[in-house]
């Protein structure tokens, strides 16, 4: 079974810093594509960053660039998403995503969340 455990989310004064995890299982972790998302009251989901550590790429949106860091730890099957430098608009509910290949195709997963609120 697929499983993914966001943790570390919180409260954070604006100009802070905040790093939340993923911890993932049930799926060979190394060779997935994985990312997050988020979602801010009121709106809809926004991709944040994805990483494909088997080719060492990252991709961020334009609005996180420079400020956020997304990283995994293989040997613990856990994706990070260091934030720094946030602002209010970065409230919002953080997802983690997995997308696993599998000899039948391409299936997505979710986490179920943690909130990150900036706020003085």
């Known amino acids: 079974e697929v499983q993914l455990v966001e943790s570390g989310g919180g409260l954070v004064q604006p100009g802070g810093s905040l790093t939340i995890s993923c911890a993932a299982s049930?799926?060979?972790?190394?060779?997935?594509?994985m990312g997050w998302v988020r979602q801010a009251p009121g709106k809809g989901l926004e991709w944040v960053s994805s990483?494909?550590?088997?080719?060492?790429?990252?991709n961020y949106a334009d609005s996180v660039k420079g400020r956020f860091t997304i990283s995994t730890d293989n040997a613990k099957n856990t994706l990070y998403l260091q934030m720094n430098s946030l602002k209010p608009e970065d409230t919002a509910v953080y997802f983690c995503?997995?997308?696993?290949?599998?000899?039948?195709?391409?299936?997505?997963?979710w986490g179920q969340g943690t909130q990150v609120t900036v706020s003085s």
């Open positions: 049930g799926f060979t972790f190394r060779s997935s594509a």
């Open positions: 990483i494909y550590s088997y080719i060492s790429t990252t």
């Open positions: 995503n997995a997308e696993v290949n599998y000899t039948s195709g391409i299936k997505n997963y």
